[in-house]
């Protein structure tokens, strides 16, 4: 879906299109919790954008729009971060950078996360970044946001480099 | 923080009662980012200096002062540890404030599953500590501990500190003030106790740390790398000089030349050194072999030579003529508990070779070492599991055992070396005891002061003196550097390159092993010891292109022993 992409940055947190280079990197990313809330991967990953720190590739961002639960105009958005670089803000950081690509680069109006209900980890993305709780699918917890401007996002929301 | 000086001393005086004046009248200014290397006599006041600095000696006169908003921390000699943590418990408390923010953090992320909490509130304190911790590069805060405590060749992390050896406890309470990154490092003989490689790694994060540092040490090549001033510290002065090591050497011996001192010896000294330092790498590989081909002429001028017509600073004495056969070590292996400390050891000691022995703390160093005098008629117990050391018929062992701890500490410095006697036979000669004392740097009343008294650097100039005198061919020295001033370890180099005999030493200093080795035996972990015929600097080169440069110290490593 995601025919142009423009590098963003926060000043911390880098999201830019994929590289073949970083194809490797993604494959040797994974571990026993993507596996466990994401499944087995794709041989051939070709995610949205690379998040990036520092120069060194740290993990991965997507949205796709072709889910039969999602109305017209929203998408699906998925991440990973990988093991070593979790716990500190990345994939807040890179889920509010996508949010603001989607707001002044595309069309869509809605963003939603499927969170497995054990995952704490993701649960406080995504109460950090403002999305709220919308009916579940398939037992999994979504969560909502509207991209349409920063002022819609709820209270959490906010310049994270400040 | 922009300041132009982070400490500033003017007028400083120490006194140390009854009668010793350390320091007198100093005022120096330090700027931020200044590595400074302390030089000077045992005695002359470099730690009491460092002390001052740190703010822990009050008793000084004058006025000394931290710039408001710059931090100190200060390695002392004998550091003190938190006998309430382990290992790891005290590096971590050098990485408090990190330590804190990442524990903060954790609560900070758990509290986004509690359904009541202000998730406003939340959020802007996550930003806050993720912009402190960024900014301290805290999230690789383990990784980093790792790093450090593998180079410094640590303990294990979840021992106890309590039965540490002083030089764990050195090692442990070094990587703590490290990891605690003040602006003002302040470190007292920093590479004392640490091996070779893991000074080498010290040189290369002393030179990138962002503070000033501050260090009294004798490793010349981290005054010659790192050091950018030298502070000279002589008969309470403080002279400044803008330079490595080898400049202020070059400045130095021109100015003693100028003040018409050549027939000096300690000038004579100086001049040497400086010649070697003036030497291309090809040029000192070449005078090791020279010397390896130079055993007659070297028997000669030592037995021709009278250390009565010259006051000379150390004194070996030569012992009698070594045979083509000194010792050669066949086969050997040597197992402690469950662990092979050395695999399938092979090399033979050359006549006037000088083997410089390196390796890890626990490597098998000392043990090796106890083999061998044990061979050559010392009686250390200690013999190979498997393999043979042969010892040739004319090899006289010139050794005394590890005696810094049994010396007795109401003795004075003249009855520790003299034993008593007047004239002390050194060698086949006849020497005056007082002179002799005096040749390790004992001048005056310093001969009558008890050994209780005494600094570390001072002991191991008794500990020498006493090795020294009693003669023989091939002499073991077990780390005769540690906390030696440079003045006594170049006076042993030269006394060294003047002994016909041959010298198996254990050191960890590279300047000192890169003058005087003709060979190097390192343990290099997992067992393996290797016999090198080179110098340090060689031997680091071939290392460097065997492992790539990079090639990090880590802990010491042994292949499990099957008997």
């Known amino acids: 879906m995601a025919t142009h992409f423009t590098e963003r940055s926060d000043g911390v947190v880098t999201i830019r299109p994929m590289r073949s280079i970083d194809r490797p990197l993604l494959i040797a990313g994974r571990d026993e919790a993507f596996h466990v809330f994401m499944g087995e991967g794709s041989d051939d990953p070709q995610p949205t954008a690379i998040i990036e720190v520092a120069g060194a590739v740290v993990g991965w961002i997507d949205y796709d729009s072709d889910r039969a639960w999602l109305a017209s105009g929203a998408v699906n958005v998925g991440y990973n971060v990988f093991a070593p670089y979790r716990r500190r803000g990345y994939a807040s950081r890179s889920l509010e950078l996508l949010v603001a690509h989607l707001r002044s680069e595309t069309a869509v109006h ?22 709220e709780s919308a009916p579940e699918v398939d037992g999994q917890l979504q969560f909502v946001r509207s991209t349409l401007s920063p002022s819609d996002c709820a209270p959490a929301s906010r310049d994270l480099t400040s | 923080m922009s300041a132009q000086f982070i400490y500033t001393m003017h007028k400083v005086g120490r006194f140390h009662p009854p009668d010793r004046q350390v320091l007198e009248n100093i005022t120096l200014a330090f700027y931020p980012g200044a590595k400074i290397g302390v030089l000077g006599t045992n005695g002359s006041g470099k730690s009491s200096l460092l002390k001052i600095m740190a703010g822990i000696d009050d008793g000084f006169t004058g006025d000394a002062r931290l710039t408001p908003g710059f931090t100190v921390g200060l390695l002392e000699q004998e550091p003190q540890l938190d006998l309430s943590k382990d290992v790891r418990g005290n590096v971590m408390d050098g990485a408090g404030e990190t330590v804190s923010l990442l524990a903060e953090y954790e609560k900070v992320l758990a509290s986004w599953s509690d359904p009541d909490a202000d998730y406003e509130k939340v959020g802007a304190r996550q930003a806050d500590l993720e912009a402190k911790i960024e900014a301290a590069q805290g999230w690789d805060l383990q990784r980093t501990i790792e790093i450090a405590m593998d180079a410094l060749r640590l303990p294990p992390p979840d021992g106890s500190v309590e039965n540490l050896s002083g030089g764990e406890a050195r090692r442990v309470a070094l990587c703590r003030l490290l990891l605690s990154e003040p602006d003002l490092l302040l470190l007292d003989e920093p590479t004392n106790h640490l091996d070779a490689e893991s000074v080498a790694w010290l040189e290369r994060f002393l030179s ?7 260090a009294i040490t004798h490793d010349r090549y981290f005054l010659d790398n790192v050091a950018k001033w030298i502070l000279e510290l002589d008969r309470g002065k403080g002279i400044p000089f803008e330079g490595n090591y080898s400049s202020w050497l070059e400045q130095k011996t021109d100015r003693l030349d100028r003040e ?6 300690k000038q004579r000294t100086l001049a040497r050194e400086l010649e070697w330092v003036r030497m291309g790498s090809k040029a000192r590989q070449a005078k090791g072999k020279a010397r390896l081909n130079a055993y007659e002429s070297l028997q000669a001028e030592a037995e021709a030579y009278d250390p009565r017509d010259e006051k000379v600073q150390i004194y070996i004495p030569p012992g009698k003529r070594l045979g083509d056969k000194v010792i050669e070590v066949s086969n050997l292996s040597k197992g402690f508990g469950d662990r092979l400390l050395i695999d399938n050891l092979n090399f033979s000691l050359p006549k006037a070779g000088i083997v410089g022995v390196i390796g890890g703390n626990g490597a098998g ?25 042969d010892v040739g018929d004319t090899v006289e062992l010139a050794y005394v055992n590890q005696s810094r701890d049994i010396l007795n500490d109401e003795d004075t410095v003249y009855e520790a070396i003299t034993e008593g006697h007047d004239t002390l036979t050194v060698g086949d000669r006849e020497v005056n005891g007082r002179a002799y004392v ?9 001969q009558q002061k008890p050994l209780k008294v005494l600094s570390g650097g001072e002991r191991n100039r008794v500990h020498l003196a006493r090795v020294l005198k009693t003669g023989g061919n091939v002499l073991f020295l077990d780390e005769p550097t540690n906390d030696l001033d440079v003045d006594t370890l170049r006076a042993l180099e030269d006394a060294l390159e003047r002994y016909p005999g041959c010298a198996v030493v254990i050191s960890h200093d590279r300047w000192f092993l890169d003058r005087i080795a003709t060979h190097i035996l390192a343990f290099e972990g997992n067992s393996q010891v290797r016999w090198f015929e080179g110098n340090f600097s060689e031997y680091e080169e071939f290392r460097e292109k065997e492992l790539g440069e990079n090639a990090q110290p880590t802990r010491v490593t042994y292949k499990p022993l099957a008997r």
């Open chain 2, 260 to 265: 018409q001192k050549q027939q000096d010896n």
């Open chain 2, 438 to 446: 005096a040749s390790f740097n004992f001048k005056g009343s310093d």
């Open chain 2, 208 to 214: 990138d740390y962002s503070g000033t540092v501050v």
């Open chain 1, 110 to 131: 809605t963003a939603s996360l499927l969170i497995d209900p054990s995952n704490a980890a993701s649960l406080a993305v995504a109460r950090r970044v403002g999305f």
């Open chain 2, 365 to 389: 160093k000392t043990t090796l070492f106890k083999m061998l005098i044990e061979a050559s008629g010392g009686s250390t117990g200690e013999t190979p599991d498997e393999g043979t050391i």
